[in-house]
C-alpha cells in the first residue's frame, strides 16, 4: 500500500499520532527491506517507508519512516541514530531526524 500524502490521514487502523524519521545517509541502491531490516524491533508502518530518488532515477540517499508513535520515533532515534547500515562496499552510518508534522501525524514535508 502506498504512503499517505504528507500530512494527509494516516493508514486505515492507525491511530492519529503516528512520527516520521528522516533517513540521511543511506548507501546507493538501498532498497525497502534494507530500511525494514535497520529498524527490525521497532514499532514502525512497513507502508511508510520511502528511499528517495531523485527525477533522474538516481537514489538521493535519504528515506523515510513512520512510527505508531512518537514515543517509538524518540526511541528508534536514540537507539539507532549513527547506527551502521551494511552495503556492498562495508558499511555507513545513518543520520535520523525527527520530522515535526504540524497535525502530528503523516510523513510530514521532505526538503
Not at 521497532?42 to 527525477?55: R, W
Not at 537507539?79 to 503523516?106: D, F, M, N, V
Request: glycine share 14%; hydrophobic share 30%.
Amino acid at each position: 500500500r502506498p504512503a499517505p500524502p504528507p500530512g494527509g490521514p494516516p493508514p486505515d487502523g492507525v491511530a492519529a499520532g503516528y512520527v516520521t524519521l528522516r533517513i540521511k545517509g543511506l548507501p546507493y541502491r538501498t532498497t525497502d527491506e534494507d530500511v525494514a531490516a535497520f529498524f527490525t524491533g521497532y514499532a514502525y508502518l512497513p507502508e511508510t517507508i520511502v528511499v528517495g530518488k531523485f527525477a533522474d532515477g538516481r537514489d538521493s540517499g535519504e528515506g523515510l519512516i513512520s512510527f505508531i508513535s512518537p514515543e517509538e520515533a524518540q526511541r528508534a532515534q536514540r537507539e539507532r541514530h549513527r547506527g551502521t547500515i551494511a552495503h556492498s562496499r562495508g558499511s555507513r552510518y545513518l543520520e535520523l531526524q525527527l520530522i515535526p508534522s504540524p497535525q502530528g501525524h503523516g510523513i510530514g514535508a521532505a526538503g
